[in-house]
């Protein structure tokens, strides 16, 4: 399976708007696969997340608790097995909130004083044998600690997104 960055989608939800920073990574889904929902991809997303991303996102959320920001509530791997999220735009999945949904994307992020991001599932049918997947992450800085805090963020960011991006693939053709 290779994954890769690739332009901003067109067909996004996203693609509309300007923002300081965007980056996108697709991969590809096999055959077997292809009725694969938007509610499939996002549980296999939410699960996909390895022991060191969560360990990461514990720290963050410690470190920057300190600043006022905001660090949401905790999902568990048990609630997202057993559907307890609800992808209804305007609800919250953990920390993020449910800003657009589809048949073919979701679109989660938050809004704080620093930033406001948004990251997408964009499910895109290629042919009959093959779907593409496609993570876009947007962001807008709300203020120069937005743009010092995203600094140190952004390749943790790349590297996140795209083991995110494999693992949620693996998990929709196993």
Not at 54 to 76: P, Q, Y
Not at 108 to 114: E, M, V
Not at 119 to 129: I, T, V
Request: charged share 25%; aromatic share 10%.
């Amino acid at each position: 399976m290779s994954v890769h960055q690739i332009p901003f989608p067109e067909n996004s939800i996203l693609s509309e708007n300007k923002y300081d920073y965007r980056d996108s990574f697709c991969g590809d889904i096999n055959a077997g696969n292809n009725d694969a929902t938007i509610q499939e991809i996002s549980t296999a997303f939410f699960l996909s997340s390895p022991k060191w991303i969560d360990s990461l996102m514990t720290l963050r959320n410690k470190m920057v608790s300190v600043f006022g920001l905001k660090t949401g509530n905790e999902l568990t791997k048990n609630d997202i097995r057993n559907g307890n999220f609800d992808l209804t735009k305007g609800k919250h999945v953990g920390i993020f909130k449910v800003y657009d949904v589809n048949d073919h994307e979701l679109v989660l992020g938050a809004d704080d004083k620093h930033l406001n991001f948004r990251a997408s599932l964009l499910l895109d049918p290629q042919s009959q044998n093959k779907k593409k997947l496609t993570i876009s992450t947007t962001v807008v800085y709300n203020n120069w600690f937005g743009k010092l805090y995203f600094l140190p963020v952004k390749p943790f960011h790349k590297r996140i997104v795209r083991s995110m991006l494999n693992r949620t693939i693996s998990a929709i053709e196993n």
